[in-house]
């Protein structure tokens, strides 16, 4: 290409748009899609507010259940903690007598285990007697010999080993060497 129809492209004008006619409004036109514009947010409005009231309703009728809900968890749990605690407490009183009774009857138990210990005595058995061990003879001391530690041969070096894993994605990931 030359330059002058590289200039001859550059200069071709555009196709214009040509320009639409806007509508014209008589003033009762204006007027009346004002109220309308008026009104439409008059609603919005109205109905905006209705459902934040909704909302809100719903929202503390929601907080009144879950209260409730906690309420009874937290009374429940305090009524089993009530009775466990009075169980182990009657329990514990009755451990308590339970010892106290101990107490007063170990002089009457000693004399109960002595008669029934006269009553289970038995003859002793007869020792058989066990056999004679010869005394082992006398071992003369010998000359000590020194003592040679053997030295661990170096061992050949492991190759090491490394493990590749695959995350969740199913993208490689090494772990390290293992």
């Not at 879950?66 to 009657?90: G, Q, R, V, Y």
């Not at 006269?118 to 000590?144: C, D, G, H, L, R």
Request: net charge positive; glycine share 2%; no cysteine.
């Amino acid at each position: 290409m030359t330059d002058t129809e590289e200039q001859e492209i550059l200069e071709t004008p555009k196709p214009q748009k040509k320009p639409r006619k806007k509508r014209e409004l008589t003033e009762e036109q204006k007027q009346k899609l004002r109220d309308q514009l008026k009104k439409g947010r008059e609603t919005a409005l109205k109905n905006r507010q209705k459902k934040a009231l909704i909302k809100k309703a719903l929202k503390k009728e929601k907080e009144e259940e879950d209260d409730k809900f906690l309420a009874e968890k937290i009374l429940k749990k305090k009524d089993n903690n009530e009775e466990t605690f009075n169980l182990m407490k009657s329990e514990l009183n009755e451990l308590r007598e339970e010892l106290k009774k101990m107490k007063v009857k170990p002089q009457e138990k000693q004399t109960q285990e002595k008669q029934t210990q006269e009553k289970q005595i038995e003859p002793p058995k007869p020792k058989t007697p066990e056999p004679i061990k010869e005394p082992e003879p006398i071992k003369e001391p010998q000359a000590e010999q020194p003592v040679i530690q053997k030295i661990p041969e170096p061992q050949a070096e492991q190759p090491v080993i490394q493990k590749t894993f695959f995350n969740v994605r199913g993208r490689k990931k090494n772990r390290g060497y293992y």
